[in-house]
């Protein structure tokens, strides 16, 4: 009251002026996210920083609630199985995208076509392999095939974002999106920002937050600095030491398995008794408590995610045991050897942190490791691309499918996208996993796959790792088990 009276009657204009603008401002928000999008194209690369942003833009014939549940969403309900290869889906009526051309049964079809395209080569067939086309009964119903009996194909049209066919094919879709989604595009500048407005005319309400700017910030400190001086509204990665500092923190077990991809055909690591010794030489509860400050758990022997169908619950986590793993090291007259580990940093929590810590604990046994932390798009190459596989690269795999499918096929079948063995039998067991319907018989087979990389020790597991948010006091928001970004279920207050 005393300050008010001091500033006399232009201040206490300009005071109602500046509250009266406070719920205006308080309708933007500025998102800090550890990774530049390699590209806004949401079919073609497996990249988070992508999906990110594009979760918020395009959207899915299934969608996911909060806490998981597979729900219907561009879909009208939930699809009906035809025959053993063929779902049927009716589509809700009257969405449009954001560049006025219809959502119907063409725009499926089209969407579908685009991302199995070999010539595409998607990064995102891990999830989608089954699938063989989509054929239009009338512009509200379509009919999507797999290459066999698929349990979980609609849990694949969670994943799936469907595109305008016209714009696909004219457009800009990698640099300029269009989607169905709460947001619509409106810049990127690059290197620095992607900027988004709410979609008024959203077909499920038009969004309470009505600006989006995304900021991308590698550096945990640089994010938690920024929303320490109110820069950022949401930071992602939050480090786990720096939880009780923020405004606002949320924590939730997440998708994603910290683990390394050993080149299995590679000179050194070919041998299973240095791929055990990596295994054996990792101090993962040390890592848990010094890195994490109990923000993951252990990962059970393999890379699948607990709430995955498929997760083999027998397979116990690798011991520490360093003088076996260095008995192992002599025994494969590997000592001395160089083993190089390839790694990203800020895209997934303390991914640089967990890459430094296991290269010291490998050097302790008696390697020459070498450690390359590349730029995030070059990092994807490395990971997904056709050339030499690393010796050891490190991913957090994630499960959206909450399928074991999705991680054995991604990683184990040597085909994979992320594969670094050529295992035929282990592919075999996994094609045939995918097309058993048989509830049991589909579980053992999973068991049967994991179980041999566990004894092969084709991967590093290391942790399944939390997902923690740090947040301005202003913003109200319950993280998904999914880790989608989704904004509009994000609220703010002044």
Known sequence: MVRLSRLGLWGALAAGVLATALPAQAQEITVAIGSEPSTLDPQLRDDGGERQVNDNIYETLMARTADGELVPGLAAQAPTQVDETTW???????ITFHNGEPFDADAVVASVARIIDPANNSEQMGYLNTITGAEKVDDDTVRITTSGPDPILPSRMYWMKMIPPAYAESGDIGAAPVGTGPYKFVEWDRGNQIVLEANEDYWDGAPEIKKITYRFVGEAGTRLSGLMAGEFDVITNLLPEFVPTVPNAAAVDG???SVLILGTDNEVLKDPKVREALNLAVNRDAMVEGLFQGHATVAGGHHINPRAFGYNDTLEPY???????????????AEGKTVRIVGENGRWLKSREQVEAIAAYWAEIGLDVEIEIQEFSQYLDSLMGDGPRPDAIFVANSNELMDADRESSFIYHKDGAASSNSDAEMAEMIDQARVTTDTAAREKLYHDV???GRELSYTVPLFNLQDIYGMSERI???PRSDAKLMVKEMSVSN
């Open 319 to 333: 011991a520490y045991d360093v003088e076996r793993a260095r008995a192992l090291i002599a025994e494969a007259g």
């Open 255 to 257: 998708l994603e398995t």
């Open 450 to 452: 994991f179980q041999k």
């Open 88 to 94: 049927e889906f009716e589509l809700r009526d009257g």
């Open 476 to 478: 109200d928001w319950q």
